[in-house]
């Protein structure tokens, strides 16, 4: 029923810039808090950022000060602002709820952070 579409990944150099987004079909964002999660080749996923339907936001402590988690109900789409890019944030990143996750993650989108 609700799908998750990631996008806005890219190759960017160290210290650069990017700017996730993530598009549902649903107005999820208004009643589930939701985060972005990545997994780097031969890792486990792990959760970076997470928004509450309250507004709440909270980092894991490796992206503190250099992710921003947000979202925009109206237009159904969450974004995580990425700066101060490191070589250690290479991974593809993903959407999903934080409670109850939907099974059936979405393609992600890659972040690559290389010189």
């Known amino acids: 029923q609700v799908q998750l579409v990631e996008s806005g990944g890219g190759l960017v150099q160290p210290g650069g810039s990017l700017r996730l987004s993530c598009a549902a079909s649903?107005?999820?964002?208004?009643?589930?808090?939701m985060g972005w999660y990545r997994q780097a080749p031969g890792k486990q996923r792990e959760l970076v950022a997470s928004?509450?339907?309250?507004?709440?936001?909270a980092y894991a402590d490796s992206v503190k000060g250099r992710f921003t988690i947000s979202r925009d109900n109206a237009k159904n789409t969450m974004y995580l602002q990425m700066n101060s890019l490191k070589p250690e944030d290479t991974a593809v990143y993903y959407c999903?709820?934080?409670?109850?996750?939907?099974?059936?993650w979405g393609q992600g989108t890659q972040v690559t952070v290389s010189s």
């Open positions: 928004i509450t339907s309250g507004g709440s936001t």
């Open positions: 999903n709820k934080i409670r109850d996750l939907y099974p059936y």
């Open positions: 649903g107005s999820i964002f208004r009643i589930n808090a």
